[in-house]
Structure formats: C-alpha cells, structure tokens
C-alpha cells in the first residue's frame, strides 16, 4: 500500500511563503499523476497543482498561478508544493495524493466534477492570517 506524507504546513500572515512537501513511500512518480489538493472549512475539496508521469507538464489552478509552483524529486521521492504571495483564501488542508489517469480524468486539477481515486496523504494544515 502506497502512503504520502505531507509536510511543512503551518501559520504564516497575508503575503508570506510555504513549502509543503510529499513523500512517498514507493517510486510511483513515473505512472501516476502527482497533486496537491485543498480544503477550506465547509467547502469541497478542489485541486491546486499536478504534474503528469512524464514530469515535463503540470497543471496549476487558475487561483494560484504565479504564485504556487510544482516540483517532484523522483530520486528522493518528493513532491514540493511552493506557494508565495499567500493569501486568506489559501487557507485550508492541503493533500497530497497519486492517480492513475486512466479512468481518472487524467491529471487535470481544474473544474474537476469528481476527486480523483488513488492514493492520498492525512493533509497537513495551512493558514493564513491578516
């Protein structure tokens, strides 16, 4: 069974930067889709950032371009979510989670009418204060 495990979440005000961080406990970067998803309080949960298997494309959800950006490490077997300019609205649980695209929709993060089925981290907490 594949486990994620997310770090570096935390409290920081308007305007400040977090690195959040997966790790994987089995290289499985090179056949699934690689994402970060959100939370907010009595919201659903939405997509923020995927790569695809390749590793050469991502996708960023329009309320985070330019100012979240999306890496993987496959020999450390790490995903790395770092976002700056934050704001209140980020704020929320942040997971990190693995698809297969087939079937899933592929690695689309945006307007998705359903989560992707996969694998997926306990999330690690975001919050931005004013």
């Known amino acids: 069974q594949v486990r994620l495990q997310e770090s570096g979440g935390g409290l920081v005000e308007v305007g400040g930067s977090l690195t959040l961080s997966c790790l994987a406990s089995?290289?499985?970067?090179?056949?699934?889709?690689m994402g970060w998803f959100r939370q907010a309080p009595n919201e659903e949960r939405e997509g923020v950032a995927a790569?695809?298997?390749?590793?050469?494309?991502?996708q960023i959800a329009d309320s985070v371009k330019g100012r979240f950006t999306l890496s993987q490490d496959k020999a450390k077997r790490t995903l790395t979510l770092q976002m700056e300019s934050l704001k209140l609205e980020d704020t929320g649980m942040y997971y990190c989670?693995?698809?297969?695209?087939?079937?899933?929709?592929?690695?689309?993060?945006?307007?998705?009418?359903?989560?992707?089925?996969?694998?997926w981290g306990q999330g690690t907490q975001v919050s931005v204060s004013s």
């Open positions: 989670a693995a698809w297969n695209p087939v079937g899933n929709g592929g690695c689309t993060v945006a307007g998705r009418q359903t989560l992707p089925s996969g694998y």
């Open positions: 089995e290289d499985i970067f090179s056949r699934h889709c």
């Open positions: 790569i695809l298997p390749s590793g050469v494309a991502t």
